[in-house]
């Protein structure tokens, strides 16, 4: 396994570990307790002020896309490496644990669109960034209890998107790390995976 790889896997870990701690305090004014229902910006603000300070200081967020005013959700500095990487939540229930219509555009869509983009144009963006190759994506996934959609589990995720990234694009990917969380408090949202993907230009 490659440098990258570990870090990125380690990472994978590190979220997995901090998510249960972070769910124990979270509280919503409009949803039910836990730290599913927020949304990704938020969730990886808890993650990250759970996180050990040594692993924490590895992370920089928000950090300027080379050349343009877009910005990378975080830029992981470990084991001499500078790993820049897009976060996504993949969250196909709502708050009552019905299927949530738009979560699937917004992580398979390979159409950019003008006030958003999907996790598949993440992967595009980020090789064609400017940014030093490889760079790295991350997934927060959240599974229903007994869901009965065995294509939105947690491996069923990763290979899809892994395929479509290689249908739509010239690009290497590799599936580094499916982390699993769980004995979380909200009813639909109680456990779930870190999921990470390492990409290159072919």
Known sequence: ?????????RVAHDFADAIP????????????????PFEEENQIKMI??????????EIETEVPYPGNQQR????????????PTEAKLLRFRLDNGNIDPNMY??????????SSS?????????VE????QPTGLLGLYYEKNDEEYEQLQAESIAEKFQRDVSYWYDIDIETVAIEPFDDLQHPHHQHGAVITWLLSED
């Open 1 to 9: 396994m490659s440098k990258l790889s570990v870090v990125l896997q």
């Open 21 to 36: 701690q972070a769910d124990d305090d979270a509280q919503h004014s409009r949803w039910k307790a836990g730290i599913g």
């Open 48 to 57: 990250l002020d759970e996180l050990p300070a040594d692993r924490a200081g």
């Open 72 to 83: 990378c959700d975080l830029v992981v500095k470990a084991d001499g490496v500078s790993l």
């Open 105 to 114: 555009k917004s992580v398979f869509s390979p159409f950019p669109e003008r």
């Open 118 to 126: 999907s996790m598949l144009t993440d992967a595009r963006k980020l």
């Open 129 to 132: 960034s400017g940014f030093d």
